[in-house]
């Protein structure tokens, strides 16, 4: 049974040359490897998830170090992997998980299409230009200090207040954002790689989370991935066919089936015969 889900650490962007000749932009990714650090169950905490763990910490606060004590390493990052079937997680299922268990880039393979989470890069205080993409104000007309400013914010007296939502200036950036359905393009497992098509939010060295997509066709969007057991065929026993004994063919008397069709015939003959005669004569 594999997770299809993992953290990773942003290293950059760089180039992959497929076989085709096609040059494509890539994001490297550091995965795993990942330990399960807990495994959550419907009954106990109301649904069901498998907890994993990144990048071993030197100390950690004393709750901490008891929660972790099971998988018997300490982590810096936790994150949860909500699980679909409640039963692979049940102490009585086949290939069921198991707390300490290593997840690595081998649950996903070139071509997969996965979902990547992060935090984008704070930008700090900004104006409505770069962190909504106003236009400003017009250069002419001598309005010398309004090429960037934002405008009108509301009407007069009616309804005489700023609207709620409405896009001002602001703090820009650090928030979560998930790119969806992109495609694994290379994956190296002595380096715990993966590079992925595309660009994805956060800076470099940033901590991200990495799924199957739920887009995927060929997955229907699972994220985890059970392995189906081996159904043994049922044995049918063959039960033993009685051949029947040979009578010879002297015991064997034939049913005078053509002397019962002939009888009533004749007797159908000798009547019609019989009222002829009794015909008077003209």
């Known amino acids: 049974m ?20 096609d040059i494509d932009c890539v994001t490297a990714i550091v995965a795993g490897p990942c330990t399960i650090t807990q495994l959550k169950t419907k009954d106990n905490d109301g649904y069901s998830a498998v907890q994993i763990g990144f990048e ?25 992997v909500r699980v679909p079937n409640s039963e692979s997680i049940e102490p009585e299922t086949e290939n069921q998980l198991n707390i300490g268990q290593v997840i690595d880039v081998n649950s996903f393979s070139v071509g997969d299409r996965i979902d990547v989470t992060g935090y984008s890069k704070g930008r ?15 250069k002419t007309h001598g309005q010398s200090d309004r090429h960037r400013a934002p405008g009108s914010i509301g009407a007069g007296s009616t309804p005489g207040k700023v609207i709620k939502g409405m896009k001002m200036s602001g703090h820009y950036g650090a928030e979560k954002v998930t790119v969806q359905n992109l495609e694994v393009v290379r994956t190296d497992n002595n380096r715990n790689l993966i590079f992925v098509k595309g660009a994805i939010p956060g800076a470099r060295n940033s901590i991200i989370y990495l799924r199957r997509s739920i887009k995927d066709p060929n997955n ?30 002297a015991e064997v008397k034939e ?24 015909e008077p004569k003209s």
């Open 220 to 249: 229907h969007g699972l994220i985890i991935e059970l392995q189906e057991p081996e159904i043994e065929e049922e044995i049918v026993e063959e039960v033993p066919v009685v051949e029947a004994e040979e009578v010879p063919a």
């Open 2 to 21: 594999t997770i299809q889900a993992i953290l990773g650490r942003k290293l950059g962007t760089t180039e992959v040359v497929r076989q085709t000749g």
């Open 56 to 80: 071993e910490a030197k100390s950690v606060n004393k709750p901490m170090s008891g929660h972790l004590s099971a998988s018997g390493n300490k982590f810096k990052h936790l994150a949860e």
């Open 255 to 278: 049913e005078p089936a053509a002397e019962a069709e002939e009888e009533p015939a004749a007797e159908a003959e000798e009547e019609s015969a019989a009222e002829v005669e009794e």
């Open 124 to 138: 700090g205080f900004a104006g409505t230009i770069k962190r909504h993409g106003f236009h400003g104000g017009p």
